[in-house]
């Protein structure tokens, strides 16, 4: 029994496409099987909500901003003392009976011989601090270097609000640096409507990631600031490469009808995205190993805050490069008379029976001609010369005519041939 074929899809002349094939071989091959473009309204709807949240987090919960920001006094331990393993609960209970108030926070970060136990409060006085590490030594007996119980081993760092505001400072100089440093590329780079779905899509990518910052409770410290502003090159990255293949696509798309503008960013879109995905694969594996080998091993709080902003933004530069900026740009483009008219022809040209069988052949013929522009002076020289020879040709019974050229080699020109009887 014949196995019965499903096509794809049936083109404007009525025959049948190719069968479809699998999910993967649909991804590497970017045939435009995945309709990203047609889909547009629900990704701008999850894009707007994600937006809406990040906004409402951030006006409502704020940020954690660490300790270089504010300000106050870091006393950091290690968890292992000859009394056994420090455990948070213990540490607040230790400092809430000498100091007689409570710490902002306290955190265990590493694993093994190197975690460490770090305390965070508002800023003490000298004689707080050195109380703090006698009572802690005390109780816990934290082991040095040489394994042995040492008051050395317990360390204390106090910033000053004011450092905490320039560190602010210069790091909001250092994001507007970036933003008009990547405005002026893009606009240079693209054209008008590219750099507007460009910068919208660096501003979306700053709102979700500080959203999501505001959201989950992450510490914000400078070494995120750094990661916010390597994150954003990333986006922006991922945006022009899908953005230059949209650009090729689109070339010249006004001399053909085989495809709206829409339908060429779709096939944009779906030719990198085993682009994207591999490039944001090879972007988080690195990250994925300093988060375990900084944190977990070596008990690196910094590298920690680092690697996390970098997470974070490679999944949402990648979301947004894809769903968000082409989307975007298709909307924009098609505001724009050119853009409406060619849609325009497009779908004219799809209609059935909206042309006779002799205006939709000749009109196929000629966008094949368009579709082809890399050999157009044979395609011409070809057609002249069959039209040529079907001119030429005489009609039954008629006489023959009298050549305007020059015939043969060595015939004279101009010549007369003797008239048919």
Known sequence: MARKHTPDAVTATGTEAAPKHGFFVRLYTGTGAFEVIGRRKLWYAVSGAMVLIAIASILIRGFTFGIDFEGGTKVSMPVAGANGTAEVTQVETVFNETLGKPPESVVTVGSGDSATVQIRSETLSNEEAAELRTALFDRFQPLGENGQPSEQAISDSAVSETWGGQITDKALIALAVFLVLASLYIGVRYELWMAIAAMATLFFDLIVTAGVYSLVGFEVSPATVIGLLTILGFSLYDTVIVFDKVEENTNGFEHTT?????????????????????????????????MVIAVWLLGVGTLMDLALVQLVGVIVGTYSSIFFATPLLVTLRERTQLVRDHNRRVLNRRKPGGRSAGTATAAAESESEADEPEAPAEKVSAGTQSAGSAAAKPAPGAKPSRPTTTGRPGRPTGKRTPRGR
Request: aromatic fraction near 6%; avoid cysteine; glycine fraction near 0%.
């Open 258 to 290: 085989r495809r709206t503008f829409a339908e060429q960013a779709n096939l944009a879109v779906n030719q990198t995205f085993m682009r994207s995905i591999n490039t944001s694969l090879i972007s988080v594996l690195p990250i994925i190993a300093l």
